[in-house]
């Protein structure tokens, strides 16, 4: 049992859409895994959160270009000892993989969404509170009535289009997860700031802290300096505040050359 909860917090913009698309594509997977009628609603209304995702920035040519550039840096790593020659192998096999599938992608995969009555009548409804009811869309619950078989596939058809954005956006997550080394730190108090080496080029910290001590980090970043403020939250409302003692944990910095 993992005895430890890893906080995330992006520097760069390209790293916040990969953990947000690697995040809706979780929520997808989770749902569509349970095949129960509420799961597979909730897996349709998160492939519909995708594609407006999707469509709002240009997922995959920023994909590409980090894609490119992931290639030199896993060649820095290598030539620097810093993976064995199978890791070096995986990764840079995985990331050419990555680019021929984005590249094979014909337009935008919010297509397959936009063009599909039945997925956009949904949509229409989703910004209303209990909008996609049964009473006002017997269509739906016709479908989720039908076959398990035949909804999953048709499912798993909606989701295909946007199956090599989430690939990629994992693949570049791993790699800065796996090379980036955990170090640790202790905080004065509730607050912890770090200067940062200006020649590097950080993209993504994890602050990893011990379950079930109600802490939690409040974190600001940029590419000078990292500040943390521990908090803890309590009562039935949620309610945080700043915590007054000293805080252990391990800090994770990962960079780009």
């Known amino acids: 049992m993992n005895e430890y909860i890893i906080y995330e917090q992006p520097v760069t913009e390209n790293v916040r859409n990969f953990l947000k698309c690697e995040y809706l594509f979780e929520k997808f997977s989770s749902a569509i895994q349970q095949k129960d009628i509420w799961a597979v609603k909730s897996s349709i209304s998160t492939l519909i959160e995708v594609s407006d995702f999707v469509l709002r920035i240009n997922l995959k040519v920023e994909l590409l270009k980090e894609l490119e550039k992931n290639i030199f840096f896993l060649d820095y790593l290598y030539n620097d000892n810093s993976i064995e020659i199978s890791e070096y192998d995986y990764f840079i096999t995985k990331t050419k993989n990555c680019i021929n599938e984005l590249n094979n992608i014909k337009g935008s995969p919010s297509k397959s969404i936009i063009d599909n009555d039945f997925l956009m009548q949904i949509k229409s409804?989703?910004?209303?509170?209990?909008?996609?009811?049964?009473?006002?869309?017997?269509?739906?619950?016709?479908?989720?009535?039908?076959?398990?078989?035949?909804i999953i596939d048709n499912v798993n058809l909606w989701y295909l289009p946007f199956k090599p954005l989430f690939t990629s956006s994992k693949l570049l997550l791993d790699i800065k997860r796996k090379n980036s080394i955990f170090i640790a730190m202790t905080s004065t108090g509730s607050y912890f700031e770090k200067k940062l080496d200006r020649n590097s080029k950080f993209d993504l910290a994890r602050i990893k802290l011990k379950k079930n001590i109600n802490i939690f980090p409040d974190v600001s970043i940029s590419q000078q300096n990292i500040n943390i403020i521990f908090k803890t939250s309590y009562g039935s409302n949620r309610h945080t505040k700043a915590i007054s003692e000293n805080v252990d944990f391990d800090l994770s910095l990962s960079c780009t050359k």
Not at 134 to 149: E, G, R, W
Request: charged residues 15%; aromatic residues 20%.
């Open 125 to 150: 409804k989703l910004h209303i509170p209990a909008g996609d009811n049964f009473f006002d869309m017997p269509s739906y619950l016709n479908f989720l009535s039908s076959n398990k078989t035949f």
